[in-house]
């Protein structure tokens, strides 16, 4: 499962005039029977939203006054992650006659065309805060405080990543929300702005356009919506045409084969590179110690210690913290019993939280030996979307890893024969090629299996050099476990 929370805001997308129908909450509760958390985003306050809405049980947690408030139904606690507003603001606004006007614990709310005289007090007294509209609402609060910011607060609670996330709304005030999600929709009564800016656009208005979205998510989990999402794509390379080739994040599984120094590495270093840039989390399974010096990753484990299953999921339970599982401690015939165990774990963390997003899996034939054969296919999982596997020769490799690759990545002087090799274990038709398959500096062969496209070249991006590293090791002891 890789998208785990939907985000909904609640006026104009979840209720109708304040209220949420039958249907639309019979919907939340399939979503909930799926396995998934629902967050609710929204700029009333909580009071307000408790008093027209009863089933806040539907969700995991609960963002109000347009950020600045979140409350765990479960506990039934609530905590204010913003400064309130100052009281000579308030006074102020009620000596000119602003009305109507709330106040809540952070958000001072009015309406159309109050902003005038609302802005006039601010500049007046020097404040530092901003006016947010939503539709014909007008709310003031602290500079910085917004849907998004109240969101990444709640996540950072739930330990999800906003790549694992889905956000719907309808007003001027959702596009901070939308924008901090993975993918997001707009209902199809949304203010224009909102059409823009969302990815997608619901057939339907209100609590049916939610439920749309909700029957996607239960049905596909989004898969053929994430492949268009070209928002979140990243690019692995220019064509000889000098059009970029982007990838689907966490939805592909890949083979990056051929000759020792034929550009492996830089291939695979580029890609890692910006999969971080965009903040997707990773996993470098790396037998032989080369990826050590990648700076955007703890390194655990070297050639005197043997990282632990527990370590390494502990690391990446922290949404933003890659890992680099460093096996030089492991002797070549203990290395494919201690990648079938953590493979597993990382398995059960993915179906829990969809990460980690990519899993590298360097000398892929040091862990899922073709010699193994049978027993491999055995403990494999059905579904190895974002996972990419290193090698030198793909016939090295497992058969029943091979069979599951979408594209296949040569590299080297024999990216032919790395084409042939891949076909002849995998006993697949050759496919045919326009052109001779002779690379050049900086170029590999990309041929992906799931289109009937013959191979092409590519251009890897160069890899960073300017960047210092940072020693966040863990090299020379264990972590401390939770108790």
């Not at 110690?289 to 484990?301: L, Q, R, S």
Request: glycine content about 8%; aromatic content about 4%; proline content about 5%.
């Amino acid at each position: 499962m890789h998208y785990i929370s939907l985000i909904t805001d609640y006026d104009g997308t979840l209720a109708t005039y304040g209220k949420v129908s039958d249907d639309t909450i019979a919907a939340l509760e399939r979503l909930l029977e799926s396995g998934r958390k629902i967050v609710l985003v929204t700029g009333r306050e909580l009071g307000d939203l408790l008093s027209v809405f009863p089933r806040v049980d539907l969700f995991e947690w609960v963002v109000a006054e347009n950020g600045a408030l979140v409350y765990h139904p479960t506990s039934k606690t609530e905590t204010v992650i913003a400064q309130a507003p100052p009281e000579n603001f308030v006074k102020t606004l009620q000596d000119v006659n602003v009305t109507p006007l709330s106040i809540g614990r952070v958000i001072v709310s009015s309406w159309h065309p109050n902003e005038t005289a609302i802005l006039d007090v601010i500049r007046e007294l020097g404040l530092e805060m901003q006016v947010i509209f939503n539709k014909g609402a007008v709310m003031v609060l602290p500079s910085g405080v917004n849907k998004a910011s109240g969101l990444m607060a709640v996540l950072e609670e739930m330990k999800l990543s906003p790549h694992n996330i889905v956000g719907i709304g309808d007003g001027e005030n959702d596009l901070s929300l939308l924008n901090a999600c993975q993918c997001s929709y707009a209902v199809a009564n949304s203010v224009q702005a909102l059409k823009d800016q969302a990815d997608f656009v619901t057939e339907g208005n209100n609590g049916a356009g939610v439920t749309e979205l909700i029957d996607t998510l239960v049905n596909t989990d989004m898969e053929e919506v994430d492949r268009k999402l070209k928002r979140r794509h990243i690019s692995i390379g220019t064509r000889e045409d000098g059009s970029e080739v982007e990838i689907a994040p966490s939805r592909m599984t890949l083979l990056l084969a051929g000759s020792s120094g034929g550009g492996k590495s830089t291939a695979a270093t580029a890609m890692l590179e910006r999969l971080t840039e965009q903040g997707y989390q990773l996993c470098v399974i790396d037998p032989e110690g080369d990826y050590t010096t990648f700076e955007d990753a703890v390194v655990i484990g070297d050639n005197s210690r043997v990282p632990s299953t527990s370590e390494v999921i502990q690391l990446l339970e922290t949404p933003s913290q890659s890992v680099i599982v460093n096996l030089l401690g492991l002797s070549m015939e203990e290395r494919p019993a201690f990648f079938s165990n953590l493979l597993s774990s990382l398995q059960e963390l993915r179906s829990a939280t969809g990460r980690p997003h990519w899993t590298l899996v360097d000398e892929a034939h040091h862990v899922l030996p073709a010699s193994r054969g049978d027993a491999t296919g055995r403990t494999l999982p059905q579904d190895l979307q974002g996972t990419a596997f290193i090698t030198v020769d793909p016939k090295q490799v497992a058969a029943s890893v091979l069979a599951k690759i979408d594209t296949l990545i040569a590299v080297g002087d024999a990216a032919e024969s790395v084409i042939n090799g891949f076909c002849e274990a995998t006993q697949s038709t050759r496919p045919a090629v326009q052109s001779s398959l002779a690379l050049k500096p900086g170029e590999v062969i990309v041929w992906d299996r799931t289109h009937d496209q013959p191979p092409f070249r590519l251009q890897v991006p160069k890899t960073s050099t300017t960047r210092k590293r940072h020693d966040r090791k863990y090299a020379g002891r264990p972590l401390k476990m939770r108790a």
